[in-house]
């Protein structure tokens, strides 16, 4: 299983970024895609997660209305549409996947735990 993550760079406050994470040698159809992300100095934190089960999409509410998470079946990707961004979004973000359902996870303290497979991560620096 692979997870990339593409999409990150430098913006403005109040730009928007699309990141992109591409998932492949992955044939389960019931999975969880999470987004997280890591500031500097910082304990890594949950932003979105999304089951294929229930196609439900939960965002964290430091980024709720600003950031939306969606899937494309055909091309094995996830997408994090971020808009407004604010300096504190800057982070590196991570795609996950996990065998686990959404709604009972999602702000869990063992949510990124449950990720099994993790992408590399790309940076987000957003400047004020």
């Known amino acids: 299983v692979q997870l990339v993550e593409s999409g990150g760079g430098l913006v403005q406050a109040g730009g928007s970024l699309r990141l992109s994470c591409v998932i492949s040698?992955?044939?389960?159809?019931?999975?969880?895609v999470s987004w997280f992300r890591q500031a500097p100095g910082k304990e890594r934190e949950g932003v979105s997660c999304?089951?294929?089960?229930?196609?439900?999409?939960y965002v964290v509410d430091a980024v709720k209305g600003r950031f939306t998470s969606s899937t494309d079946d055909a091309k094995n990707t996830v997408y994090l549409q971020m808009n407004d961004l604010k300096p504190e979004d800057t982070a590196t973000y991570y795609c996950?996947?996990?065998?686990?359902?959404?709604?009972?996870?999602?702000?869990?303290?063992?949510?990124?735990?449950?990720?099994?497979?993790w992408g590399k991560g790309t940076q987000v620096t957003v400047s004020s």
């Open positions: 996950a996947v996990g065998f686990y359902d959404c709604m009972g996870s999602f702000m869990s303290s063992s949510w990124a735990a449950k990720s099994t497979y």
């Open positions: 040698e992955f044939t389960f159809a019931d999975y969880a």
């Open positions: 999304s089951s294929t089960g229930d196609r439900e999409t």
